[in-house]
């Protein structure tokens, strides 16, 4: 007899539920496992595979088969087992896992799919699909041709705004208006043709349909603004480089180019000529040479004074006369573009004729002289003012040029070109700029012997000279703004240095901006030339570095606090007129490069250089590039610098030992007269000393006497100093247990009779000063004395000392002291026994009296505390 209750119902159920999924989950243990081998085998073939090879291309055929299979026989069993689970957390796990397998098949899948797809996109004749024909002309007949038509081409796009609409345009008309292909393909097409930022700014889009749609919106969106488009081609119609002559048709030809290209890509985005006319004719007229402009509104219609297309038409039309005259005569006629110098296109000196010149060429044909040292036609070189005489001989002989003509590399004695008299000797074998007579009254040694004799007894010149300028090498710095955990900002500079692998920041700049330390890293520090490293403990902080231009971009770091980066004042003192005549008018220049006080606070090492990069470097001159950055443009390379640079040669005679001697003797001479000795008047701070001093608890009070209030601002920090200190004098602790005891009794006395104080954590501002022993076991009254050192400082800061007032000079009052001994028969001497710390400080100066000591124990102990 079969008894039957609800409860053995249930259990019934439940087990076959659970060898339904055992069931199950064995199938999908042997389809894992066959995939498992499958994934292995498809790895090894991509890395060895040749997909021209026909067996190859077979073999991935075949395998993309058996991986769509294994797709779906998984999908399958793992929807059954899915429908069979009720426990939440073992259906999540399982969907995990699941999940994996089917993610590493569908990456397999993708990999093999695109390298077929490519490679018959690499067999087709025409690398881009057939252009589709819109509606209204698909009954167009084409006419059959047996020609073989050259590949389309369509240019990459590598995130060059200037170029966004010709590629967009291309692409829409031969890719994305072609409905024969599916958005997958068209997607795979989109990114073929993208490089550079382009396809960093799309890449991790998986290729789906809707995916395709949503990377051109995004590329539209960033390249294809028609307010930043607009504002790229009125730029690049500003900064046209301008023509100096009217026979230099390589640059007129340019110039007409990029005026038309840019006023072309205007009309398309539906911006009239009319409405920038005005604007726009005034500046191209500018970089236009002058016969030119003048011809030009000789014929201009004055119907028409704000139509640009008429004056880009006028410049065609004389481009065009200019080449055509220049075929019939067989002239051509170069001219330098650049600033920098060429010796086979300009002349320096006297008029260069060519032997056996045609008469009607040396009748008609006008030759234009351009001066080596400024680059202009309006005077020769040797009137020129842009250089003084020294600076012309050195650039002319660090470029090895004649000294005669100034043209040719070389010698003087084999310069066939004849030139004009000197000015100075009327010798015609040189100019005034060699002329011996010129340069003996330029000499700074030319002078009269009796100067010379004068000065002898002190030093003795051997050799003064003004170097005209010198190659200066930029290092790539910028000025921003610092910004802490708060909204406390400071300006600093900031060097780029992708030779360090971490970042640094000055600690002076954390104790400013308060800023926390995260954690502490230990790194190995190489210094130049040394082969062995240098272990050190630094602190990393957290900071954000902003821009001084707009749109303010910044970027967060994280740096390592240490007390100096570098020693050296790092600035190229160039004036900043030939910074800006030698770069475009729209470049942000981040750093002056004139001799500034501010010193390099952050070094932006390679863990975060490249973040801070906004565009690639571009030349400006043979050694100069400009590398934009989020802070503004920096400069780095060599740049020559015109300033006169003076150069000494001396050589110091110590002989004046007698003059030392007699310079004491009337030193001490003047105790007798008060009013020739260097007595030093009595400060506005000293003045106000008696109104400021008080009595409190029967002692004396006053104030610090600061030079001035901000003085306290100065103040720098060294406790890391006074650390260092404090810690040679514990060894001496260490090794002279005596002295140790010798220095607490004086510290308990001194905390007794209220000199020394213990400091809370508020009080601390940063300074301290390192004290030591002093023994003197001759003294009667004071055998070991605790002197502190209020001169020590850290770095460039200011120390304790700096910020006081030092006092007046009581010298001279000495002599009015000793004749009162002679006053009396007996005289009487007295002292103040420690007057120094007889006297109390007030209590808001006493925050910059911090010294280090220990809590006072009978045996000391390496934790310290702070006292004032």
Not at 88 to 101: C, G, M, N, Q
Request: net charge positive; hydrophobic share 35%.
């Amino acid at each position: 007899r079969l008894i039957v209750t609800k409860g053995t119902v249930q259990i019934f159920l439940f087990n076959s539920i659970m060898e339904a999924i055992e069931k199950f989950k064995s199938k999908r243990k042997v389809a894992r496992t066959a995939s498992a081998k499958l994934v292995n085998q498809i790895t090894l073939l991509l890395e060895s595979y040749d997909i021209k090879k026909e067996k190859d291309r077979k073999k991935l055929s075949e395998y993309l088969l058996n991986v769509e299979d294994k797709l779906k026989e998984l999908k399958t069993l793992n929807k059954e087992i899915e429908e069979l689970i009720t426990d939440k957390a073992v259906f999540e796990a399982d969907i995990e896992s699941s999940f994996e397998y089917e993610e590493k098949l569908n990456d397999l899948k993708f990999q093999i799919k695109s390298k077929i797809d490519n490679f018959k996109i690499e067999q087709q004749p025409v690398t881009a699909p057939p252009v589709y024909i819109p509606a209204n002309n698909a009954e167009t007949k084409r006419p059959a041709t047996s020609i073989s038509l050259p590949k389309l081409r369509i240019p990459t796009f590598s995130g060059d705004a200037s170029t966004f609409l010709e590629f967009i345009n291309s692409f829409s008309n031969a890719i994305d208006y072609n409905e024969s292909l599916n958005n997958v393909e068209k997607f795979i097409y989109l990114k073929s043709f993208l490089s550079g930022e382009a396809y960093k700014s799309v890449s991790g889009f998986s290729l789906t349909e809707e995916n395709y749609k949503s990377c051109l919106d995004l590329l539209k969106d960033r390249y294809g603004r028609q307010d930043h488009l607009i504002g790229h081609f009125i730029n690049k119609l500003l900064e046209i480089e301008p023509v100096k002559s009217s026979f230099n048709l390589r640059g007129l030809r340019k110039l007409h180019d990029e005026s038309e290209i840019s006023i072309r890509n205007l009309n398309s985005m539906g911006i009239d000529s009319k409405n920038y006319g005005h604007l726009l004719i005034p500046i191209l007229l500018k970089q236009l040479p002058h016969d030119l402009v003048l011809e030009y509104h000789r014929k201009r219609d004055s119907g028409k004074t704000g139509d640009v297309h008429e004056l880009i038409k006028f410049i065609k039309f004389e481009i065009e006369s200019r080449e055509s005259s220049n075929i019939v005569t067989g002239h051509t006629h170069k001219v330098s573009e650049s600033r920098q110098f060429s010796r086979n296109s300009s002349y320096h000196g006297q008029p260069k004729i060519k032997p056996n010149a045609p008469s009607s060429a040396a009748l008609n044909t006008v030759v234009k002289n351009v001066c080596i040292f400024c680059n202009c036609d309006t005077h020769p070189a040797l009137k020129c003012n842009f250089l003084t005489n020294e600076q012309k001989r050195y650039k002319l002989k660090k470029e090895g040029l004649c000294y005669c003509c100034m043209m040719h590399k070389h010698l003087m004695s084999k310069c066939q070109v004849k030139i004009s008299p000197c000015e100075t000797c009327q010798s015609s074998q040189h100019n005034f700029l060699f002329c011996p007579k010129n340069k003996a009254k330029s000499s700074p040694l030319n002078k009269p012997k009796s100067e010379i004799d004068q000065k002898i007894i002190l030093s003795s010149v051997m050799n003064s000279q003004d170097k005209p300028g010198s190659i200066v090498t930029l290092l790539q710095t910028a000025k921003v703004e610092i910004q802490g955990n708060g909204s406390q900002k400071v300006m600093a500079r900031l060097l780029f240095d992708s030779g360090s692998q971490k970042s640094f920041v000055r600690s002076d700049l954390k104790q400013a901006l308060k800023l926390k330390t995260i954690r502490k890293e230990k790194l190995l520090i190489y210094t130049f030339s040394k082969r062995q490293p240098e272990e050190r403990i630094y602190e990393v902080v957290a900071l954000k570095i902003n821009s001084q231009f707009p749109p303010y971009q910044s970027i967060n770091i994280e740096a390592l606090a240490s007390d100096e980066i570098t020693g050296a004042d790092i600035y190229a003192n160039i004036n900043p007129r030939l910074i800006q005549r030698i770069l475009p008018a729209s470049c942000l220049i981040s750093d002056s490069y004139e001799k500034t006080n501010l010193q390099i606070q952050i070094l932006l090492g390679a863990d975060y250089l490249y973040n801070a990069m906004s565009g690639e470097a571009r030349k400006i001159q043979k050694n100069l590039y400009l590398q934009p950055t989020l802070f503004g443009d920096t400069l780095i390379g060599q740049i020559f610098n015109p300033e006169d640079m003076k150069q000494m040669c001396a050589l110091h005679v110590s002989s004046n030992a007698i003059q030392n001697d007699l310079k004491s003797l009337w030193e001490i001479d003047s105790l007798l007269m008060p009013n020739e000795s260097p007595e030093m008047k009595p400060s506005d701070t000293l003045c106000n000393f008696g109104k400021e001093l008080t009595i409190t608890n029967n002692r004396y009070e006053c104030p610090l006497q600061w030079k001035s209030p901000k003085m306290r601002e100065t103040l720098g920090n060294n406790f890391e100093v006074a650390k260092k200190r404090f810690a040679n004098l514990e060894k001496r602790f260490k090794h002279d247990e005596s002295l140790f005891d010798r220095y607490n009794a004086v510290m308990k006395e001194q905390i007794q009779a209220g000199i020394i104080e213990m400091c809370s954590d508020e009080c601390f501002i940063g300074y301290v000063m390192p004290h030591r022993e002093v023994l003197r076991d001759s003294s009667s009254s004071t055998k070991t004395r605790i002197v502190y050192d209020a001169s020590s400082k850290s770095g460039t800061n200011a120390s304790l000392n700096e910020c006081l007032v030092s006092g007046e000079n009581l010298n001279p009052n000495l002599i009015d002291v000793i004749l009162k001994f002679r006053e009396h028969k007996i005289a009487f001497c007295g002292d103040i026994a420690r007057a120094f710390l007889q006297i109390e400080v007030t209590k808001s100066d006493r925050n910059y009296l911090c010294f280090l000591y220990y809590k006072l124990r009978q045996n000391f102990t390496s934790n310290h505390v702070s006292f004032q």
